[in-house]
Nanobody
Framework: QLQLVESGGGLVQTGGSPRLSCAAS????????ITWFRQAPGKEREGVAC????????NVVDSVKGRFTISRDNGNNTVYLQMNRLNPEDTAVYSC??????????????????WGEGTLVTVSS
């Protein structure tokens, strides 16, 4: 079992730069790739960024590329999502998912084995 806890959400002004954290605990933390998702009101959940289990490779989707950065600190079992130049369209519940990748490198946006409960980011105009 793996537990994921997100933090760092809240009310942000347009143009703000919050950093979200996804703290992982439990068995085989270092065998999991981590992916950040978001779900805006009335919309489907979408993948935002992912990072491999060793942090050696990462991906950010085109819609936020250049504004969002994902990083990983395996010493603290935490994955971060740095978000810059936020606008109201970024308002969403942000959650992280973990995908077990015993031997497969990289990361992706499908097949999550564990989920956090999410943290709400509200961007005011």
């Amino acid at each position: 079992q793996l537990q994921l806890v997100e933090s760092g959400g809240g009310l942000v002004q347009t143009g703000g730069s919050p950093r979200l954290s996804c703290a992982a605990s439990g068995e085989m933390v270092h065998y999991h790739a981590i992916t950040w998702f978001r779900q805006a009101p009335g919309k489907e959940r979408e993948g935002v960024a992912c990072i491999s289990r060793d942090g050696g490779s990462a991906n950010v989707v085109d819609s936020v590329k250049g504004r969002f950065t994902i990083s990983r600190d395996n010493g603290n079992n935490t994955v971060y999502l740095q978000m810059n130049r936020l606008n109201p369209e970024d308002t969403a519940v942000y959650s992280c998912g973990a995908e077990l990748r015993h031997t497969t490198p990289g990361c992706g946006y499908h097949g999550m084995n564990f989920w956090g409960e999410g943290t709400l980011v509200t961007v005011s105009s």
